[in-house]
């Protein structure tokens, strides 16, 4: 199959899940390397942490970084690329891989289907909203972006997570590398640069043996969130705003009755 039809099918099938709460998230093919290494990382979509390859396309891309602290690098890729991300680390320390996608559209044919989006992601609100504006149950047009970061360990994985400038991001507040994990770790939520509050995030929790099981809580005034966390198990940290575009974005999207955008925060627990 060539890379251009390849390409193509997997943007089909990233629009046509979309209508399903389906994540975005960056899952390297290791989450713990030397110094002075090349990596790769799967950009997935799908839920509960099983998801299919999207390939690198720059004409759904608006940002692809590595960070280590506050030195950074574009990342590149060739249209079709699986896996999506690829690069080259140098010194010790977190590494964050970043990525935000422009936007997209999704068409809800089924008003109940909205209201299951709506139902996991805490944002029934929008549903007197909608109401209120004297919109139709069907169709329903939504625009979403997915703004997702993941953290890998080079070498010792010394360091910290940082805001980096997304319109909404989690932060880790505690290192799941080197911090002491007994009494869980901390995530902060950001929407604009402003802690998210009252805010669901949703925890999503692999084992060894590949299974997944949920958890969820309410960010508080500051926008932190705290889950318990263990050894060897890999973590999808997500959480999602919905507000009414603006008249730019409703023009771009062809009408999109809504806006959604997505954080989505990766990483691994090693064995202590």
Known sequence: MGRTRTALIVAIAFASTSAKAHEVWIEPSTWQMPADTDFTAQLLNG????????SWDPRVILRAETWQGTETAALQGRFGDVPA????????GLLTLLYQSKFNTVVYQDYEK???FLTEKNHLEILDAHAAR???KTP???????FSK???AVGTGAGEDMARGLEIEIVALDNPYTSDITGGLRFQALFEGEPLKSNRVTLFERDPAGMVQTSVA??????IVRFPIRQDHTYLVDTVVMRQPDRALFIASGGAFWESLWASLTFSVPSR
């Open 47 to 54: 839920q509960n942490l099983e998801g299919q390859a999207l």
């Open 85 to 92: 991300l690829t690069g080259s680390v140098g010194s010790e």
């Open 114 to 116: 909205f209201v299951e």
């Open 134 to 136: 004297s919109l139709p």
């Open 140 to 146: 329903i047009k939504e625009a979403f972006s997915r």
């Open 150 to 152: 993941a953290l890998i």
């Open 218 to 223: 309410q960010t508080d005034a500051e926008g």
